[in-house]
């Protein structure tokens, strides 16, 4: 038996504490391999400013992911706070990826993530 691919793959641009260009330039690059078949979905871990002070990653992310979505060259995005049953956008993406109903973070209103549709 094959193994298949995963639906969703996390990409964490965050753990090291990099600069918003840093950030953003790693957000491209992941962008860029989804699109050569690794995944159809991306769940961005951004953070959200947890110290009280910061989230440029958080807002630059979300202002970046917005204008690709604009432009065409993403699907979607759906930000963590949305991420729940309740919105429609992911509930019409939890209809077609059952899977993601298993996702730690749905429902949660977690600011710190964005899923990609790519």
């Known amino acids: 038996m ?4 995963p639906t969703i793959r996390t990409v964490d641009l965050k753990s090291d504490m990099p600069s918003v260009r840093e950030a953003l330039q790693r957000l491209d690059r992941e962008i860029a391999a989804a699109r050569k078949g690794i995944s159809p979905l991306l769940k961005i871990v951004h ?4 110290k009280g002070v910061g989230g440029e990653i958080r807002i630059a992310v979300q202002k970046r ?3 690709l979505a604009e432009d065409g060259q993403i699907r979607g995005c759906i930000f963590g706070e949305d991420w ?3 919105c429609d956008e992911a509930w019409r ?3 077609s990826h059952p899977e993601l109903k298993d996702d ?3 429902g949660r209103r977690n600011l710190g993530i964005t899923i990609v549709q790519l």
């Open 65 to 67: 992911l917005h204008e």
């Open 104 to 106: 730690p973070d749905l």
């Open 47 to 50: 953070g959200y400013g947890s």
């Open 93 to 95: 993406l939890l209809q």
């Open 2 to 5: 094959r193994a298949s691919k």
């Open 84 to 86: 729940s049953r309740t």
